[in-house]
């Protein structure tokens, strides 16, 4: 008995069509060819039909093309960051995305390779190696380092090796900063204050100190890393990663040596950190511990977990819009309302993602109205300290003052606890909207978006640099809960 | 029919000897002796909990035994990681599927070429001539394995994700995958387990078609008597981790002990 | 290396018998934290195979909570009740508190992951601790925030408060209220622990759950209710241990968990993963480990010294001092 797709039975009107015989991947082949009909259809089929190398062309055209409308500063920035955590996050997820290995300590690659740099070229012990004899050297020393890691941890359990890593950061943390052990007369690292004085980026006498040229040399290594990866990913390497991470005892039994290729990703995510680390040290011209904190390493994980968990673009797209964002948040970069545009803007996006539409206008709605009613309550019966605080840093008065109409802002100095109770309510409001559905959840969706907003005003804005942290954390919870394939990722199917 | 001289002697592929292992204070195989010839079809039956998939573990090294020796033509696997098993012959079908199931159906079979293969990741990064070779050899060698099943994974069913196969299905998947390491003896745990009479019907006439086209030998682990009786060459029966009988299906099937394993000692009195 | 030798052994014979009970009593009171958070992580592997990042911050919250009564409480100067009840109160809600905080943390952060790949509860669990450092780093402006217990309930004429007396000596070497307290409520706190786990019907249910949570399920155990209920416990363990900390040392900042949980799993690790006995026999020795090598080698080293450790036991027992051999049934 074959089961061949048979024809499908001849369309009826108004009732659901079963297809007999017609198996779910060819019944679902409809639902795929909708998805390119909607008003992006054009351009959505294009780009899917689009072999991947024009999608990479196109990308290094769009790159290129930055340092011509950019001034350096921007550039610096937004540019030349976002290729450094794109490159850092195609690293991670080599050992991550594809090996299905947790690896905390990731950053202590990046930050191994810097120091390798500065130690190889600069005053600090006279060593000045021309640069192509310094970048291969850091990054196969930095390959070593993830090498003799991997074997430590025997099983290499995903579980076992997070901690291992993650002590692996601390220790490499402890010993840069505070450790700092006397090698020939002079603190290995430089302690606290790090190494200064870093030769530039040479090749060939011709050197790399204007942002523009670093930004070409670092985007031509992101295409470099990014087209080995995608080979990678599709020759049996790639197949055996994939299918450890499916099944790695079954991986086993078919002849795929499990251990050695969780060495094998382990190694690439190291070297290409450790190559990422020597030029950013380059272009610093110094590297100091900070540089290489937990809070970097989150930065990376987010990077990775947003675009994709095992895509290849994923982290170029993770970064761009990560570390834009980010950027924005940053104090000295300060761009107040437009700061606050993407806080509001986020929010409402969030909240149109709700169908059915109506349901969106309700609770947007509802969200206004209930503001503007407590603040009236509260001015009408409460003393005006609740309403006296200042609106954070605005860049027009009259934004300032429709904020200061819509959200309950106390005098700061003189309600300092207001700040913790309103922050642990929100975080209540929260889990209730997440334990509610349907009407409930979208009424109750209504005071904890005013509650945000309040948040945001009073606790969060005054602080970005922290904000960011607590964003990145929720980040990561709020993908791995709601969709853990991230932006464009492929969603797994688990059969349990 | 054969005259004695014309037929081939057999020869041993897979040898166990007094092979034994416990869990905990649980013995679960006891000295167990086991021969494996050459393009035979030898199948193992027991109650649930006789240690047979327990025995498959064994051979493939998945566990390795307290005592005694476990051989294929002549070279001992005690001891050796299991990829290495699979790449000197033995490979092994699941009793409870472990398909990769976010790949495609071509990739399952592609991917557990690796150990025939050599081609490393730095060679894939540059594509160099040999690897485009070598992919287009894999990939031809999965087309050809994949066919042996007929018309149902073939064609538009390669790209398709494994989770998008039936059931009967992806038990082929899993044979095919298992054939694609081109071992030389296959290891099947319960290849008719939740099949209807027409696909246990199917999965008899494919067992006996990887005998006799595809030369491979067979280890079967089976609770389907029709499955043992339709295409074993032998069959022994275990229970409680001890080998109870051997021998030719109709031998062991009347076997007292075994009958007395499977339905009690009642029944072997009423018999 | 030779250098760092010649400190180590310097400083054994300058610290001498004195120097060296100090360094025990130390290590035996951080120990009894250790292995109090420690027993967190165990009862949370074992329920679930997931390693509770987040469990150190649920520490440290805790003894932000009991700071908070304290503070409160007009404390620690003018206690407006008597020092015995205020303590009580700091523990009662910092571990009714951080109960809260560890079922919510495992409602919504993990059980919408129950079925998927191991890595996925694991990396919200760093979400998790990440926004819990982050969230009182905010609230507290990232200040370390002291209370003198030296000065907890002192009237006026002493020069410590009574937590800070002696209670005995040993050559000299003076024994005060606070340690003996804090080796006592954990002792009372594990004693307890390890009665529910053997003793009691939920304790029965909570092994059940750990060995096998589908079985379980279908013999009529409520697994939601038991994974709920060890958040709870564990984490109110934490809490206690949060509080201890403060009284003992004084001082309370956000990131004071990140390094106690990263030991304390150690700890958890090298007594065996999932076996309460292993976790408390595991805190003991990181306490006395980390007490010793702060003491002998040097406090910036004594962190790469326990990671030396755990390292060794990766590599030569990593199924810890108690733990079982895992045994995969295939």
Known sequence: MSDQPNTPAPEQPGVEQTRIGVDSWVAESEDRQARTRG???????????????????????????????????????????????????????????????????????FGIGAYGYALVSSDHYGIHWPTLAALPALTAFTGLVGLLLGFTS?????????????????????????????????????????????????????ALTSVKQQYYFFLAVLVLATAGLYFANRSRTGRAWRALREDPLAAEVMSIPVNRLKRLAIVMGAALAGLCGGIFAAIQTAVTSSNFTLNVLIFIFAVVILGGLGSI????????????????????????????????????????????????????????????????????????????????????????????????????????????????????????????????????LIPTLYMTAVVWETVLAPSPAVTAEILFGVLLIVIMTARPQGLIGTARVEIV | MTTPESKPEPRPLLELAGVSMSFGGLLVIDDLDLVVNEREVVSVIGPNGAGKTTLFNLITGIYAPDRGEIRLDGESLVGMPPHKIARRGAARTFQTLRLFLNMSVIENVMASQYGQTKVGVA????????????????????????????????????????????????????????MATEPRIL????????????????????????????????????????????????????????????????????????????????????? | MHPLLFSIIDNIRSLGWGGA?????????????????????????????????????????????????????????????????????????????????????ERFAYRPLRNAPRIAPLITAIGVSFFLENSVQLLTNGYQYTYNPF??????????????????????????????FVVGAALLLMAALVLLVSRTKFGKSMRATAFDREAASMMGIDTDRVIAITFFIASMLAGAAGVMFGLYLGVTYYFMGFLAGLKAFTAAVIGGIGSIPGAMLGGLIIGLVESFAIGYVGGQWSDIVIFGLFILFMLFRPRGLLGSRAIQKV
Not at chain 1, 381 to 394: E, K, L, M, N, P
Request: one cysteine or more.
């Open chain 1, 39 to 109: 008003f992006f259809g054009p351009a959505a089929r294009g780009w899917d039909a689009s072999p991947d190398s024009v999608k990479l062309f196109l990308f290094i055209a769009v790159a290129g093309t930055l340092p011509f409308w950019m001034n350096a500063g921007d550039l610096f920035i937004y540019g030349l960051f976002t290729v450094l955590y794109a490159t850092l996050g195609l690293g991670l997820n080599v050992v991550v995305g594809f090996a299905g290995l947790l690896d905390l300590g990731y950053v202590a690659y």
């Open chain 1, 154 to 206: 025997r099983r290499l359990v995903g579980d076992y090796f997070a901690i291992v890593t993650l002590f692996f950061l601390q220790a490499f943390l402890v010993f840069t900063n505070t450790a700092n052990p006397d090698i020939a007369g002079v603190g290995l690292t430089g302690g606290s204050s790090g190494i200064g004085n870093l030769d530039p980026l040479k090749f060939f006498g011709y």
């Open chain 1, 313 to 444: 673009a994923g982290p170029i797209l993770g970064a761009i819009v990560i570390n834009v964002s980010f950027q924005f948040l940053q104090p000295q970069n300060d761009h107040p309302d437009i700061k606050r545009w993407l806080f509001y803007g986020a929010i409402v996006l969030f909240v149109a993602l709700m169908k059915p539409w109506y349901r969106a206008v309700v609770v947007l709605g509802g969200t206004l109205a209930f503001g503007f009613a407590v603040h009236a309550i509260v001015s009408a019966t409460a003393a005006t300290s609740w309403t006296g605080g200042a609106v954070t840093d605005t860049g027009h008065a009259s934004v300032g003052k429709a904020i200061a109409d819509w959200v309950v802002i106390p005098n700061q100095t003189l309600h300092g606890g207001f700040d913790t109770y309103a922050y642990i309510g929100l975080v209540v409001l929260v889990c209730v909207v997440r334990s509610t559905s349907g009407w409930w959840r979208s009424l109750i």
């Open chain 2, 123 to 178: 060679r894939a990064m540059f594509r160099t001539p040999a690897m485009r070779r070598e992919e287009r050899e894999i990939r031809a060698r999965a087309e050809e394995k994949l066919s042996f099943f007929g018309e149902r994974l073939m064609g538009y069913r390669w790209d398709q994700p494994a989770y998008s196969l039936s059931y009967a299905n992806r038990r082929r998947l899993e044979i095919a995958r298992a």
């Open chain 2, 187 to 271: 290891l099947l745990d319960e290849p008719a387990a939740g099949m209807n009479p027409t696909e246990t019907h199917e999965i008899t006439e494919l067992i006996g078609k990887l005998r006799d086209d595809g030369g491979y030998t067979i280890l079967l682990i089976e609770h389907d008597m029709h499955v043992v009786e339709g295409i074993s060459d032998r069959v022994v029966a275990l229970d409680h981790g001890v080998k109870i009988a051997e021998g030719s299906f109709d031998a062991v099937a009347t076997d007292p002990r075994v009958v007395e394993a499977y339905l009690g000692t009642k029944a072997t009195e009423t018999k």
């Open chain 3, 21 to 105: 009970f100090q360094l025990l009593r130390n290590g035996l009171v951080l120990g009894s934290l250790y292995a109090l958070i420690a027993l967190g992580y165990t009862m949370i592997y074992g329920i679930l195979k997931l390693l509770n990042f987040a469990h150190g911050d649920v520490y440290m919250v805790g003894a932000f909570l009991g700071y908070g009564i304290l503070t409160r409480l007009n404390g620690p100067l003018n206690l407006a009740i008597g020092i015995v009840p205020a303590i009580a109160l700091m523990f009662a809600v910092a571990m009714a508190g951080s109960g809260v905080l560890g079922v919510a943390i």
């Open chain 3, 151 to 180: 000065e907890l309930g002192k009237t006026g004429t002493e020069e410590l408060g009574p937590l800070y007396h002696t209670v005995f000596s040993v050559a000299g070497n003076p024994v005060t209220t606070v340690q003996l």
